[in-house]
């Protein structure tokens, strides 16, 4: 098997997601610093500007991936801290609606180096390579999702003590994982973050006639909002969208992204984030 050394971990740069209108967000570059979120302790509270980068980390939910919400302190490094918290599992919160993760207990980031859009990343032994391939596969889908959502990062590989996973001829990419990426994904905002009026939301899709609908749910879960939103592309293709949401709720929320039957209109292929609605 092919070896290669891994050398100290890099930093990175990333730069605040978004999106607006009905076009694909704009990337996140190494040039620009991500403005900090509004935080809050819970719903309903005054949010304070904190010091802080955000990211996601992709979780699996029902088999598929999903992303959840993390802000750590300022850091430049946000490579490594979001392979650390995802090492770190969901939380509890997170697990009541669904969120899991296969990675085995204790696994630890080695290092982590970017060069030339390739993300390369070394798993201490807990990481167990020789396990059951849906559950291996599984696991890096979810180390290459949460890299590749800055733009610095295109493709991964991924080492146990500097030997290649499986069967790694080249760098993984998020196409070579349509069977672990849901119909319609929804990556921005992720699970349990934060958000104002209007909201950024954008994602992927691959559906029919690239026509999906969107709707936020009040704290009640009384409908706030709700139109049809059209991806760059439809299905087999994957294509972007990107929109954005007014309300004036506060509370608890949840976004809604689903493809209306041709046939009788009910829902498919529907994702759901949890959201909080701040001020």
Request: charged letters at 20%.
């Amino acid at each position: 098997m092919r070896r290669f050394v891994l050398p100290l971990a890099v930093a990175l740069l990333l730069a605040g997601c978004g999106g607006g209108g009905q076009t694909a967000a704009p990337p996140t570059t190494a040039e620009t610093a991500p403005a900090p979120p509004q935080v809050g302790t819970a719903p309903g509270i005054e949010t304070v500007p904190q010091d802080v980068t955000s990211f996601g980390v992709y979780f699996l939910r029902e088999g598929k991936v999903a992303p959840a919400y993390r802000a750590v302190p300022q850091t430049e490094a946000v490579g490594t801290a979001a392979i650390e918290a995802l090492l770190a599992g969901p939380t509890a919160d997170e697990t009541s609606f669904g969120l899991t993760s296969t990675i085995p207990a204790g696994t630890k980031l080695e290092s982590l180096d970017v060069k030339d859009g390739v993300a390369t990343v070394d798993l201490s032994p807990e990481f167990e390579p020789l396990r059951e391939p849906a559950e291996l596969a599984e696991n890096l889908a979810q180390i290459t999702f949460t890299l590749t959502q800055f733009s610095t990062i295109q493709r991964v590989w991924v080492a146990v003590q500097g030997e290649p996973i499986g069967s790694q001829s080249e760098p993984l990419t998020r196409g070579q994982m349509s069977g672990l990426t849901p119909a319609i994904l929804v990556e921005h905002p992720a699970a349990r973050e934060t958000v104002t009026s209007p909201i950024a939301v954008s994602g992927t899709a691959s559906v029919f006639e690239a026509t999906l609908r969107v709707r936020l749910e009040g704290p009640a879960g009384e409908n706030l909002w709700e139109d049809t939103v059209t991806a760059s592309e439809g299905a087999p293709g994957r294509g972007t969208f990107a929109l954005e949401i007014p309300f004036t709720a506060t509370g608890e929320g949840k976004i809604v992204a689903f493809s209306p039957s041709a046939k009788d209109g009910s829902e498919q292929h529907a994702f759901e984030v949890r959201v909080v609605l701040a001020p």
